[in-house]
């Protein structure tokens, strides 16, 4: 550390970034090694001379790196992989063993065949397939937004066509909206627990997030406007309706309250709708309640199909050329043939009866786990891909994750949601939809309750 110390006082450059540096360099010489743990920040602070902050920004920016993971509750690691957000991953189902029940994937459904209609009749409209094999507007043709707002509307969502911009599906749209709404350095709010692809595009734009204390509709108003006073916010990020993964959903008061406060602190409000796609229309929505203040995040990933990558993001007016010179940065627009196919799919009424079977098959999959897992607390919502079960007070969401996955069964515990230094409840997410059939989901959840029923496994206490 002294080393580290004379180096950090002789660098031209910014502190952080030299202690960035200095920790790559000391993990490509050996020095530091995959795995290893690094001082806390007060520690470090202290060995270096330099503030706390000095130290967490350095941190940040070596994890942004990829060169080390923080785990919560646990310290900061040496990354073993040079991976930044290795909890964000979609893996390949097909090699996967056992039953999985860790990811939000549509159920297995019947619509391959429609969709290779319709890929044959653009085949065949060869005016309408050259158009598709031309450049485009950044935000997308001027019918496909249209298209896009008219389906929008239909969920309730009040816009206008001119603020729509067609992503490369829900991630990609969360990513524009970090990238029109924050720099490098800055911090935004989210729920406590959130989905890990807000955490993983965060951190590649150097941005930091701070978890909100939550209770059954999400972000507490106090909690939010508290840390509006003690730090300099830029945005927040919401879940507000099926909340992924508490399954927690807003009711109008709260989402009234959460936008006086945006509005009031001068603060963006990112709202993502993608897992409401299988509720009724609402219009309570923030975008429709803070229009000059929202972005809107939704995508087909769960309704159409994931591999198609098609998403929305509905902007205030004032930040659309922002987003479109983003997505020209990025990839210049989204594959118009592919947003073709998915607009003709979900104007067609195959696709309206997909929908229905889909909305049953959930319902079916949802009383399955009501009814195997009744004997404790666990959290469902109509429409939602998944259940959150808070363990009992013996288990810890680590261990009892790693015992089912011993046993088959593969769930994600809390601590992959976990934002920032907030702490995670032991409680564990498991995903309904992903396994092929209902059959196969039973299957799942008995060996999920049997455990339960079992108790605490005292072998996890011998070392």
Not at 120 to 131: F, M, R, S, V, Y
Not at 232 to 256: D, E, F, V, W
Not at 364 to 376: E, F, I, M, P, T
């Amino acid at each position: 550390m002294r080393q580290w110390k004379t180096a950090l006082a002789q660098s031209d450059t910014a502190r952080y970034i030299a202690l960035a540096d200095h920790i790559e360099s000391a993990i490509q010489s050996g020095e530091l090694k995959p795995g290893d743990k690094l001082p806390t920040h007060r520690k470090l602070a202290d060995q270096l001379e330099v503030t706390v902050g000095t130290v967490t920004r350095g941190y940040a920016e070596a994890q942004r790196r990829g060169l080390i993971n923080a785990i919560v509750g646990s310290g900061t690691f040496v990354s073993t992989g040079h991976q930044p957000d290795v909890h964000f991953a979609q893996l390949d189902p097909t090699a996967m063993s056992g039953i999985d029940l860790s990811l939000n994937l549509p159920i297995k459904n019947q619509s391959a065949p429609g969709i290779a209609a319709i890929m044959q009749q653009i085949c065949e409209d060869q005016p309408c397939l050259n158009g598709l094999m031309q450049y485009q507007q950044e935000r997308g043709s001027d019918q496909h937004r249209l298209t896009a707002a008219s389906w929008l509307s239909e969920q309730g969502v009040q816009c206008d066509a001119s603020q729509v911009a067609i992503t490369c599906g829900g991630q990609h749209a969360i990513t524009l909206a970090l990238m029109a709404t924050t720099r490098r350095g800055d911090t935004i709010a989210a729920e406590g627990l959130a989905y890990p692809g807000l955490k993983a595009a965060a951190s590649q734009l150097g941005v930091k997030v701070i978890g909100l204390p939550m209770d059954g509709q999400g972000v507490l108003p106090e909690a939010f406007s508290n840390q509006c006073k003690l730090n300099h916010l830029r945005a927040i990020y919401l879940c507000p309706s099926i909340q992924n993964p508490t399954n927690a959903t807003m009711g109008l008061s709260r989402r009234k309250q959460i936008a006086e406060i945006a509005i009031s602190q001068g603060l963006w409000v990112l709202e993502d709708e993608v897992a409401a796609n299988y509720l009724p229309p609402n219009s309570n929505c923030f975008f429709n309640l803070a229009p000059d203040n929202t972005f809107y995040i939704n995508s087909h990933s769960k309704t159409v199909a994931p591999g198609l990558r098609v998403g929305y993001l509905l902007s205030p007016p004032r930040l659309v050329d922002s987003v479109a010179a983003s997505i020209r940065a990025q990839c210049w627009f989204a594959p118009t043939l592919n947003v073709e196919i998915v607009q003709r799919w979900i104007s067609s009424k195959a696709a309206k009866d997909w929908h229905n079977i889909q909305k049953m098959e959930l319902e079916k999959r949802q009383r399955l786990a009501a009814g195997l897992l009744s004997d404790y607390d666990i959290k469902l919502a109509t429409g939602s891909f998944h259940v959150w079960l808070l363990l009992p007070d013996s288990w810890r969401a680590l261990e009892f994750q790693a015992v089912l996955e011993d046993r088959g069964v593969k769930v994600l515990a809390a601590d992959v949601f976990a934002i920032g230094r907030f702490h995670a409840p032991q409680a564990i997410r498991i995903c309904l939809s992903s396994p092929p059939t209902l059959q196969v989901l039973e299957t799942g959840l008995s060996i999920i309750k049997q455990q339960l029923d079992d108790g605490y496994d005292s072998r996890l206490s011998v070392f």
